[in-house]
Antibody, heavy 121, light 110 residues
């Protein structure tokens, strides 16, 4: 079955770089119609789309965060990595990775459980 | 400020029907597909509707989606207390070249 699992630090200090890993199973990152996205939810706020990567390594980023975000894929490890530089307390959130079910029609059919990351000194 | 606009909250009684609206522009809803997600606290969001009106396997037909122009609607019939959750619309914005979500709607089943 399809699973995604986020991992990374649960506490980072302001100005540091946050690196999160999404380990996927049950599907191939090389599949031409799919991709993986990162989405976050700050406490009490709505879902916020951050970035995605497709099987042909095309990447898209949030217009408000693009300068701080990098998404990358390691197909041999079935992992997608997100880095967020220069974090601030406002980046405290639950971070989810999700599978894009079909790139052309763009929906998220499977989600990881999420990882709560706190930014604090 | 979310790109897609949803009402902050809706409420209805068990057994009744409720609709949740999602408003956007041509660059997102008007020219792309809409999906809907149910989010219970402490859990991962769940896909309810994709490609405007399709249900994944396992999602009951009490949930339905529709789209007209630059707006989309999620309808839930036969409300149950277990339907209490936050609901989000989502999709792609061709002008932003980015994924987008609505601000979320909290459903209360009274």
């Amino acid at each position: 079955q399809v699973t995604l699992k986020e991992s990374g630090p649960v506490l980072v200090k302001p100005t540091e770089t946050l690196t999160l890993t999404c380990a996927v199973s049950g599907f191939s990152l090389s599949s031409t119609t799919m991709g993986v996205s990162w989405i976050r939810q700050s406490p009490g706020k709505a879902l916020e789309w951050l970035a995605d990567i497709s099987s042909n390594d095309e990447k898209s980023y949030s217009t408000s965060l693009w300068s701080r975000l990098t998404i990358a894929m390691d197909t041999s490890k079935s992992q997608v990595v997100l880095t967020l530089t220069n974090v601030d307390p406002v980046d405290t959130a639950t971070y989810y990775c999700a599978r894009i079910g079909r790139s052309f029609t763009y929906y998220f059919d499977f989600w990881g459980q999420g990882i709560l990351v706190s930014v604090s000194s | 400020q979310s790109v897609l606009t949803q009402p902050p909250s809706v409420s209805a009684s068990p057994g009744q029907k409720v609709t949740i609206s999602c408003s956007g522009r041509y660059s997102n809803i008007g020219n792309n597909y809409v999906s809907w997600y149910q989010h219970l606290p402490g859990t991962a969001p769940k896909l309810l509707i994709y490609e405007n009106n399709k249900r994944p396997s396992g999602i009951p037909d009490r949930f339905s989606g529709s789209k007209s122009g630059t707006s989309a609607t999620l309808a839930i019939t036969g409300l149950q207390t277990g339907d209490e959750a936050d609901y989000y619309c989502g999709g792609w914005d061709s002008s932003l070249s980015a994924g987008v979500f609505g601000g979320g709607t909290k459903l209360t089943v009274l």
